[in-house]
């Protein structure tokens, strides 16, 4: 692992030392898969590692589940939040889920469920003053503490009290990655929107930054899935396996990430040098869609599938066919076949994972010209000069968003 350790050498102190402690955390298994990642990487180590570190940096969503797959998520929140009953809306055998209860303080200790991978955890009431006492909201601060991702849940009926802000306060001090969710949309009577302004400037934040659910009638639980994923690519797995029907929602945003990263690494100026990290971009897609599915294939296998689905072949016949149309300033051309193979690479792998159907490698390349098609306009309205990173992943979403829509009209 000689180079691993060149690269991690590289880094500043503080990232050095969080990555030496992540390596020695992991398992054989992964610290082989790690192995194979930077081997994948080595070409361009010597003489180029302040680049690589970039790549490694725009990579680090589409490695980091498959690396770091340690996933507690905690439902914690005022009392009679309706946390069991989320919890239950994300279990899917009937011995596992919560008792419910009009009462508050139903729940008095941690509910657990999971497997593998991942584990959720039902907590009890855990603001001041609630009537269940300070024990159980000393077990909620606990398992708060050592969860990996934390999904922080009010009742909107009855809004953010003095408490319930309080709570929050605490929450955010154990600096944990969070969603913010307002509970029992269902039973509001008042303006959504207005509960919503009212529950942000209780809390601090910005309305955008809240979810609102009904978690007893089921709504909008698959934005909340696809949010949590947002948040913290890491849960990525565990979310997979923890509810399936919502599969295809997270395929899908990871194929948005990917793209947009392979955009960014389309526009590295160094001849030829985009096409080892774009491959080992689209591997780690690869293999983050079939986790998402419940398949386990390694990296290898994961770059099989990509020259079975033709990328590259569609990536030279699309640059052949666009180039001759002349026009388009050399990086949109670049970003827009970065970002598109990219895509298409994922969609052929959704249905690969999902059906088990092969996608033949004409449909991939007709999918990516069509996709890059999309992306064009959307590049080009951003000027001649190189975009920044977040406006060019920002306009490839937009564009992948659109076709999604069409796709699903």
């Known amino acids: 692992m000689d180079s691993t350790q060149k690269i991690f050498k590289e880094f500043p102190s503080k990232v050095r030392n969080e990555l030496t402690d992540a390596w020695n955390h992991m398992s054989d298994e992964q610290k082989a898969e790690m192995g194979r990642i930077v081997e994948t990487l080595a070409p361009l180590v010597d003489g180029k590692l302040k680049v690589v570190k970039e790549l490694l940096r725009m990579m680090e969503d589409q490695y980091s589940p498959l690396l770091f ?28 889920k919560g008792e419910v209860s009009a009462v508050p303080g139903t729940t008095r200790g941690i509910r657990q469920a999971g497997a593998g991978c991942w584990e959720l955890l039902d907590t009890p009431g855990a603001d001041h003053g609630a009537n269940v006492g300070d024990d159980e909201k000393i077990k909620a601060m606990d398992a708060a503490s050592n969860a990996d991702f934390l999904i922080v849940l009010f009742d909107a009926s009855h809004g953010v009290t003095v408490s319930g802000r309080d709570l929050y306060k605490e929450i955010l001090a154990l600096n944990k990655p969070h ?49 949590i994923v947002k948040a913290d690519s890491r849960v990525l797995h565990s979310m997979g396996s923890l509810m399936p029907r919502y599969r295809h929602l997270l395929a899908r945003r990871w194929i948005l990430s990917a793209a947009g990263s392979a955009g960014v690494i389309g526009l590295t100026p160094i001849p030829f040098f985009d ?63 970065a970002s598109s193979t990219t895509a298409a690479i994922g969609y052929a792998a959704e249905k690969w994972f999902e059906t088990g159907e092969r996608v033949s490698s004409e449909k991939v390349s007709r999918m990516a010209r069509k996709i890059t098609d999309e992306i064009i306009p959307r590049l080009i309205s951003l000027g001649k000069k190189k975009p920044g990173k977040e406006k060019l992943e920002s306009a490839i979403t937009k564009a992948l968003e659109e076709n999604n829509e069409n796709e699903n009209r």
Do not use: C, H
Request: charged share 20%; net charge positive.
């Open 179 to 227: 969603v913010l969710v307002l509970n029992k949309i269902d039973m509001v009577r008042k303006d959504l929107r207005e509960i919503k302004a009212d529950a942000a400037r209780a809390l601090g934040t910005e309305e955008d930054q809240i979810l609102t659910v009904s978690a007893a009638k089921g709504d909008n639980i698959g934005q909340l899935v696809t949010a």
């Open 69 to 96: 797959s340690r996933n507690r998520i905690a439902i914690i929140g005022p009392v009679n939040a309706g946390k069991t009953t989320l919890f239950n809306q994300f279990m899917q055998k009937k011995e596992e």
């Open 275 to 337: 096409l080892i990290p774009l491959t080992a971009l689209q591997a780690f897609l690869v293999l983050n869609i079939s986790a998402v599915y419940g398949y386990r294939i390694n990296l290898e296998r994961a770059r099989e599938l990509i020259v079975t689905f033709g990328a590259g072949i569609a990536a030279r016949t699309l640059f052949e066919q666009l180039s001759k149309l002349g026009g388009f300033p050399g990086w949109v051309l670049a970003a827009a076949i």
